[in-house]
């Protein structure tokens, strides 16, 4: 994870949006560019920008380090979810990924084929010299609340066995019980996943600074930036919480210049 | 897609109803014949002719750049829509084409396994030198209407991401809700899935005139032109909104010499 | 298609309903046994004769050129039909064939399974000389008839876009409908397939002549030849109306010999 | 076959119960030891023995010919019965195998599966110069009856249009209708199946003699020699049917000295 | 099996349940520690330690000999339990296995995937020059009880013939009926699997005592070790009895020092 990290920890944009949403759900005009989403990655000093082959192939111009997301499904199928590889590991490298990620929907009655996959695609990045990269969604009937201690630690815990660098988890809503996750994905970075536009900037910023102070290395975060009016100012802000160890009030202070 | 453009638009002949609907359904003693739509082809100055693997085999003569379609499946099964790969890129490549398309049901319950399929077809295509079409349509019980702007978007976007070089999608209905599409597909370009047959030239002129007015690269077209009693003509009107902005008035007046 | 041609036309012993219908359905003390069907090959002129591979390794001795079918099931498992690849395209030809036969489903649940294995066969097939024969029998809950003209008609075009040399399809019933499945072909030979016992000769010979009248390859027969207690004369009463464009009440002057 | 066989005829001696029907169904303390059936198959002048790839790899000793049995299941699961292939046939040769066994579950929803798997395994062993052995058993939802004539003629005809060298099947009751499967099999031997224990020596006997009347090849045994208090009696007594052409009533002596 | 014994006898340090069942049902804030579990391992005189891949590659130091567990599912999804490989052998040979892991669930509806992947792993692994364990754990609808004499015997057998070097399989409850699984699994090295937490010491004393004396080869033994209070005294008690043949009364007195 050494490319995505500035004194381990990280902050990461990330925009497969397009495909797992769609445009209409989380697009406007200037967000449905990934133009505009690479300024911001390369103005915002983010430590890693994630794509899908697609977007990566199409615009990626090698200022900020690239994460490929090599599985996604759209919003559309109902049932318990699955996503399956769509791109290759090799095809990823070329394109100029460090970094190769993939979602794992813990629970899903479709579990094994993921838990199968990632096992391919973490050797295989692993032997090419990428990081492998975990989102573990707890997801499906087996799962009535994704966002419980248990099952956060849980996902975390799945990532670390997997043999994941890092994952990507949601925020369980206090930095007390994120420690747990944290704790449990050990040797693994911890990267809370952005999740949908927060009502307030603080609100969101708290969550960010609970993870820092839980332990974890960052987050990954996509409309909390870029549905952002100020998406540089959001930057600055994370930045501040997440590397400098400063407080939501002293972050929220970008906002008022 | 280079060899399919000219100024960036382009204007493709599609002829692999015969899988998907049935001769009966879609052909007379005339466009039941390859040759016949080759002519028109060639005649229709289309710069690219969509086959799939045994008609290309059997009947393409060189003289228009050829698609070949690498899915397919027929109207017969019920149940989730699902096509599968029928034709390796190498091979594709081999009968003569300089792309190869297929077909992504969005929505589909089986829609990982295409997405997957799609996702190994793009990288061989790519790295054999072709260009990578995706047919999507969003289809199958989540998808109560495949030609709302949010949906049509969608499938334009998914396109982009999968790594598609051009994709053909359904008409919204006007220029403005079409645009969505076409700027969610980003750098992928966009064209419009011919349909059946229009009620009258100028409606399915008018359509191609939105395609064209929102941004789009043109159309996949079968058949509106060959099933045409003036298929030529037809493919004049289409030149002229195509590449040279004419209004659909103007292009009418094709019918009318 | 060309081993198996005279002229254009074929007429090919088929025999693996040893498979598909089991021993004590189709054969008698005689035609049990496949030395019996190599004879009625040969001595009836025959242009192919087509077994399973078993039957091909243990029996087959190169005087009659050889299809292979390469998929098969029973008949004793109920629900959506499924035939899937039962020997390699290679293992058919150091066998000695000269093409391979797979059935399509068209239809069935699954059929998306079969039209992929067909495109990895025919491709092979082809490059390593041999033809692909497809045998297409729409079947299923979703096909009421498999009769119909337009069925018919559809079975023969999905096997061309398949990439079919040569599809064996069902009988419509009259020549003037079944010159549409032959039409829809295009340059796939069609072959009609010959079904089970017809009540008499006349009745047999009259769909043979109207496959021919409609413009038809041949037919690909089992039962009405080796069930017949006159193979020989039945098979001289084919080659009569296949090869030399006789009536059927020529034809069956054999009989009374 | 030619290693299994003397004059063409053979005894096999099976030892796969462990795996397809547990220890505590079929095993006491003796037969549980495969150092016991070794010494049985080698006293008893068995003409081979039929091993898992675990109990060949830890036991045998090269003394009998050796069949490994490349797949299994066991009999907890219920639904249609599927078992897949457990051991390649390379692994099986290195393990001293002269001939690989696989099971088809004829008429079973999964039939289609087993049918291509044996495809594979067959070509395989015969490209190794091994033989290809086929258990064919007619089972699930759509075979009410595993033993009538017609059943088990089908089984022994699709063993042989698969390719299978040696078919092992179920006892129709008796010879005449036994005669029929011998002859659908045609070039392949046809085993019978030993089956549980039978009720006395001589209801056994009878068996295999009407199955050498029959025109088979032999047995492949298991529960009936080695779960017999006096296995090498009953291995004497099954040689004198087969090999000696000797009626049940002489055989039956073997066990009264 | 040999890196792993002593006097044939082995004691195994099993952490794989983080993604069995997640750590906040096993773990507390010491045993989430695999530095921790690792300790143990070294000074507890370990014979082998038990880790998924992620875990091996990001802590395992070398000192004790390494297992690793190449496939697993977590306790989330309901319906038949199916587990797929997740780790190539070749991986975990790279990460300084000697022997792996995989889990069978016998009896479920996915009984046939785990037989069919164990039996390729077995045969790398066995290439490569590493043991096969198998995890054999009766499971599913079709098993009511995974405990019984007969259910448990059964699952040593199947891995015997499987080709596994050692099962890991349940307690019965006393060495009587624990003997006939030893005796079942013929040439396999038995292990009990520790099961959850006993309530007290010499319970679970009692349980490895009777392994010993039914004939097994030790245990693979997790949360009663590391969520013990006082883990190296465990350690030592289990020793003396796997070991040196000692009374749980002689071996309970670890804990009154």
């Not at 505009?36 to 900020?64: C, M, P, S």
């Not at 994460?67 to 996604?72: A, E, L, P, S």
């Not at 799962?143 to 996902?155: G, H, I, K, L, R």
């Not at 870029?226 to 929220?252: C, G, K, Y």
């Amino acid at each position: 994870m050494a490319p995505f990290l500035t004194n381990e920890r990280g902050v990461l944009l990330a925009y497969d949006q397009g495909l797992e949403h769609g445009p209409s759900k989380d697009f406007n005009d200037k967000s449905v560019d990934p133009n505009y989403i690479l300024e911001i990655a390369e103005k915002g000093k983010f430590t890693g920008i994630i794509f899908q082959k697609g977007v990566a192939e199409k615009y990626y111009n090698g200022k900020v380090p690239l994460i490929v997301k090599v599985n996604g499904k759209t919003s559309l199928p109902k049932g318990e979810p699955l996503a399956t590889q769509n791109c290759s590991v090799k095809y990823a490298k070329d394109l100029g990924a460090k970094a190769v990620g993939y979602t794992i929907y813990l629970g899903s009655a479709h579990e094994n084929v993921m838990l199968h996959e990632f096992g391919q695609i973490q050797q295989e990045a692993h032997e090419l010299g990428l990081a492998a990269i975990a989102w573990i969604y707890p997801r499906g009937e087996a799962v009535p609340n994704d966002s419980t201690e248990e099952v956060v630690a849980y996902a975390a815990r799945a990532g670390l066995e997997a043999g994941a660098d890092a994952v990507k988890i949601k925020y369980t809503g206090d930095p007390e019980s994120f420690r747990w996750a944290v704790t449990s994905a050990g040797a693994a970075k911890v990267f809370m996943s952005g999740g949908p536009k927060a009502p307030t900037d603080e609100a969101f910023l708290k969550q960010v600074k609970g993870v820092i102070d839980a332990g974890g290395s960052g987050l990954a975060v996509g409309r909390n930036v870029w549905q952002h009016d100020r998406p540089l100012e959001m930057a600055a802000a994370l930045r501040q919480v997440i590397f400098n160890n400063q407080t939501v009030e002293s972050a929220l202070k970008n906002f008022s210049r």
